[in-house]
């Protein structure tokens, strides 16, 4: 089974004034950190919320020209067992490149097999719901 894991990232940036400002410099930091070898994760910018009144705030919190970014790293783990072992797989690979950053599991997606998607459509034509080839029609 293959799995697309989505990773919470904590990314300190230094010596920046705005949101904005601090959310461009630790995609450019995590992408710098994780290209070449894991060139495959997707980086885009994390959700929060206030745990009161669940209103959306900015991915980054600014305290004395330092911040904090919620950063969310997308990446597909191949041929796992199960769930946990896709997140396993997911923290190990991304923690061995962003060291002192911290990770949390936010969602674990399994994709559907190939080899089941084949068998459908296989199962399909033997039904006769797909539409029979052109040839077919031009001899009736």
């Known amino acids: 089974m293959d799995c697309r894991v989505v990773v919470e990232a904590a990314v300190p ?54 911040s904090l970014v919620a950063l969310e790293l997308e990446m597909t783990v191949f041929n796992v067992e199960r769930d ?19 990770l949390d599991i936010v969602e674990i997606e399994q994709l559907p097999d190939e080899d089941e998607e084949s068998e459908e459509t296989a199962d399909a034509e033997e039904e006769g719901d797909i539409l029979p080839e052109f040839e077919e029609l031009i001899d009736e």
């Open 13 to 66: 940036v230094y010596d920046v004034g705005t949101a904005d400002e601090a959310v461009r410099i630790a995609i450019s930091k995590t992408g710098e950190m994780l290209n070449p070898d894991l060139n495959y994760v997707e980086i885009n910018m994390g959700e929060r919320a206030c745990p009161h009144c669940h209103e959306e705030l900015d991915p980054a919190f600014i305290a004395a020209d330092e």
């Open 84 to 102: 946990e072992h896709a997140s396993r797989i997911a923290r190990k690979e991304i923690g061995q490149r962003l060291t002192n950053i911290p």
